[in-house]
């Protein structure tokens, strides 16, 4: 059966911060077979948990392939059924070819943020 993964995307590549994405990739996984669906702009959507969650539920994604993500995006995704799978870096084709070949394992990777000053972001 297939699966439907969303990947956060900057041009070609794996955006790396998930929650400051202006847009994602969603592919088809089937077998070991990754397959471009659509491209979903996120604008206005930007660290907005239940809003991304939502989308990404209208659409079909049942996991989210990135590299950094805060714990409060990852616990929201959660919620709603969402996997997520963070430490993926590299073109977007690439990180879903490689999620479809059971060659990306989430490293746990966790942004912590400091909304009071200026949005600074450290990942771990």
Same mark, same amino acid.
């Given at each position: 059966m297939a699966k439907k993964?969303? %990947?956060?995307?900057? &041009?070609? #590549?794996?955006?790396a911060h998930f929650g400051r994405a202006?847009?994602?990739? #969603?592919?088809e996984i089937e077998g070991q077979t990754a397959r471009l669906v659509? +491209?979903?702009s996120a604008t206005g959507l930007q660290h907005?948990?239940?809003?991304l969650a939502n989308m990404f539920k209208n659409k079909g994604v049942e996991v989210l $392939?990135?590299?950094? %993500? &805060?714990g409060g995006? %990852? =616990?929201?995704? =959660?919620? #709603? &059924?969402?996997?997520? $799978?963070?430490?993926?870096? &590299?073109r977007v084709v690439d990180v879903a070819q490689a999620y479809a070949e059971g +060659? %990306? $394992? @989430?490293?746990? @990777?966790v942004c912590q943020h400091d909304h009071e000053h200026e949005h600074n972001h450290t990942c771990h």
């Open positions: 993964i969303a %990947i956060p995307t900057d &041009g070609e #590549v794996l955006d202006a847009g994602f990739t #969603v592919f659509e +491209k979903l907005q948990h239940e809003g $392939v990135c590299g950094g %993500i &805060g995006m %990852i =616990n929201g995704l =959660n919620a #709603v &059924g969402l996997e997520v $799978v963070s430490g993926a870096s &590299g +060659k %990306i $394992v @989430s490293t746990g @990777s």
